[in-house]
Nanobody
Framework: QVQLVQSGGGLVQAGGSLRLSCAAS????????MAWFRQAPGEEREFVAA????????WYAGSVKGRFTISRDNTKNTMYLQMNSLNPEDTAVYYC?????????????????WGQGTQVTVSS
């Protein structure tokens, strides 16, 4: 069992940056693949980024590649999402998620544990 608690987010102007954090409980954080998803009003929850625990390999949605960076610190049981060059289309509730370390990494239905969500609003 893993509990995920998110922090960060808020309101930022277009072109600005934010960092999201996702802290996990339990001693097995290092064995879980982790990911970020987001959901805009009236939209489906979509994949943003994921990171494997065994290889450190990362995956990104095309819309955020080159602007967002996912990372994890297993010593702190925490995952991060550094978001740069934000634009209004990035406005959404962002969720962190965890699952066993196996393919696929980008499908939301594969993830077992979810954070509470945090609002990111980018003004133009």
């Amino acid at each position: 069992q893993v509990q995920l608690v998110q922090s960060g987010g808020g309101l930022v102007q277009a072109g600005g940056s934010l960092r999201l954090s996702c802290a996990a409980s339990g001693r097995t954080f290092s064995s879980y693949a982790m990911a970020w998803f987001r959901q805009a009003p009236g939209e489906e929850r979509e994949f943003v980024a994921a990171i494997s625990c065994s290889t450190g390999r990362t995956w990104y949605a095309g819309s955020v590649k080159g602007r967002f960076t996912i990372s994890r610190d297993n010593t702190k049981n925490t995952m991060y999402l550094q978001m740069n060059s934000l634009n209004p289309e990035d406005t959404a509730v962002y969720y962190c998620a965890a699952k066993g370390d196996s393919y696929p990494y980008t499908r939301k239905n594969e993830y077992d544990y979810w954070g509470q969500g945090t609002q990111v609003t980018v003004s133009s």
